[in-house]
């Protein structure tokens, strides 16, 4: 089964230029769109407890840039 959809002239343009050659329209936009979300594979509780992982990590990353710079000032 096939649906039609619209598409502005820009998106269209662009989706058209991101298609490979040996791709149909389907195939680009489910490239594209593919491919399965943490809240696919995770349960909330998990992908929360995974967002505040990486958050702290880049928290550490920050503060120690700052430490290392700080030593050169």
């Known amino acids: 089964m096939s649906h039609q ?3 502005e002239d820009d998106v269209y343009e662009r989706l058209k230029a991101t298609k490979r050659d ?3 329209f ?3 936009v489910d490239r594209l769109i593919g491919g399965r979300s ?3 594979v995770f349960d909330d509780n998990q992908v ?3 967002r505040d992982a990486i958050e ?3 928290q550490a990353d920050r503060d120690e840039v700052r430490e290392v ?3 050169f000032d």
Request: glycine share 0%.
């Open 38 to 40: 943490l809240r696919d």
């Open 69 to 71: 710079a700080e030593r």
């Open 56 to 58: 702290a990590a880049e």
């Open 22 to 24: 040996d791709e149909s």
């Open 5 to 7: 959809i619209r598409l």
């Open 26 to 28: 389907s195939d680009a």
């Open 48 to 50: 929360d407890e995974m």
